[in-house]
T-cell receptor, first 115, second 115 residues
Framework: KNQVEQSPQSLIILEGKNCTLQ??????????LRWYKQDTGRGPVSLTI?????NTKSNGRYTATLDADTKQSSLHITASQLSDSASYIC??????????????FGTGTLLAVQP | DARVTQTPRHKVTEMGQEVTMRCQPI?????VFWYRQTMMQGLELLAY????????DSGMPKDRFSAEMPDATLATLKIQPSEPRDSAVYFC?????????????FGPGTRLTVL
């Protein structure tokens, strides 16, 4: 069964600190892995997208890693800011052979950055 | 700044009533997705369209839900009759199937409460 699991479920850190969010998946056939940021009351916004051959990708203070062998990904946030408070969702894309991929969503990690 | 728009943003209705949610995808995008998000289940794909044709609606309860794209600028999701368990945030997302990878852009969502 295609599944995406994230940990921790929630996390509280102090402003300026770093943190790492984890994502494990059992999805096949794998196409790509995405990290989304969802602010409260808004739709998810894409942070990074990584294909099978990519190990790491950065977007400002966000750095995502992918280990396709162990089927794990992480999202590292450097020098956190109050605006980083949001839910971070790991999404794995499955390609069943058609032109459009199907997305399998994790349940998210809720991050709270405190001053 | 092209965005996906959704209306209404909030809807409160009574059980048994019909609910219609609307989505305007980004101009030029040829795929449209409907998602439902709840605290318990996270994001779930309900249906998606490519070039206005429904490709997959396996995630949608067929007896009460229906999704259509009457034209390229409008997608609708209808619930009839609505039930309290339908209370959730419904997101529409659009994308371009020719793009690699196929990033989906989410709208702000419609928060539905069925009493």
């Amino acid at each position: 069964k295609n599944q995406v699991e994230q940990s921790p479920q929630s996390l509280i850190i102090l402003e300026g600190k770093n943190c790492t969010l984890q994502c494990n998946y059992t999805v096949s056939p794998f196409s790509n892995l995405r990290w989304y940021k969802q602010d409260t009351g808004r739709g998810p916004v894409s942070l990074t997208i990584m294909t099978f051959s990519e190990n790491t990708k950065s977007n400002g203070r966000y750095t995502a890693t992918l280990d396709a062998d162990t089927k794990q990904s992480s999202l590292h946030i450097t020098a956190s800011q109050l605006s980083d408070s949001a839910s971070y969702i790991c999404v794995v894309s499955v390609n069943y052979g058609g032109a459009t991929n199907k997305l399998i969503f994790g349940t998210g990690t809720l991050l709270a950055v405190q001053p | 700044d092209a965005r996906v728009t959704q209306t209404p943003r909030h809807k409160v209705t009574e059980m048994g009533q019909e609910v219609t949610m609307r989505c305007q995808p980004i101009l030029g995008h040829n795929t449209v997705f409907w998602y439902r998000q709840t605290m318990m289940q996270g994001l779930e794909l309900l249906a998606y369209f490519r070039n206005r044709a429904p490709l997959d609606d396996s995630g949608m309860p067929k007896d009460r839900f229906s999704a259509e794209m009457p034209d390229a600028t409008l997608a609708t999701l209808k619930i009839q009759p609505s039930e309290p368990r339908d209370s959730a945030v419904y997101f529409c997302a659009s994308g371009l199937v020719a793009a690699t990878p196929d990033t989906q852009y989410f709208g702000p969502g419609t928060r539905l409460t069925v009493l």
